[in-house]
């Protein structure tokens, strides 16, 4: 289920605390069952954990699409946020590509320790749209 009723100050919220766990060390990319898609992309544009900090350390509201109700076995679960943001990166021949980026962010917490981030990124292989653009 797509959500979009989020307000500027909600994102730019979420942003800094997807930014913080950056700088912190508090976020993993998905790689693991069926994250094929994030290796390929890690691969093909080689995202090392320099880029990745680049990238994601870039973020701004406009590039937010919306949110999803994580929904797993048929449980509840809190909600990912998805975005799209354009960036021009080298891939594994060394030619420049703008690249549309879909990441989708798990925001997870516990009683034991502040949010860690869970994150999917790969080219964006559907349609999308902006809630800020």
């Given at each position: 289920?797509?959500?979009?009723?989020?307000?500027?100050e909600m994102i730019t919220n979420l942003i800094d605390i997807i930014k913080e766990c950056v700088f912190e060390d508090r976020i993993t990319v998905s790689l693991e069952g069926s994250r094929t898609e994030n290796v390929q992309f890690i691969e093909e544009y080689n995202i090392n954990e320099e880029k990745l900090v680049e990238i994601l350390s870039q973020l701004v509201k406009e590039d937010f699409c919306y949110g999803l109700k994580n929904m797993q076995d048929g449980v509840l679960h809190n909600d990912l946020y998805v975005f799209c943001p354009v960036k021009d990166l080298y891939n594994i021949k060394g030619e420049k590509e703008s690249v549309d980026i879909y990441m989708r962010f798990n925001m997870i917490q516990s009683d034991e320790e502040p949010y860690r981030i869970l994150v999917s990124?790969?080219?964006?292989?559907k349609p999308i749209t902006y809630i800020f653009k």
């Open positions: 289920m797509i959500l979009k009723d989020y307000t500027k990124l790969h080219k964006r292989n």
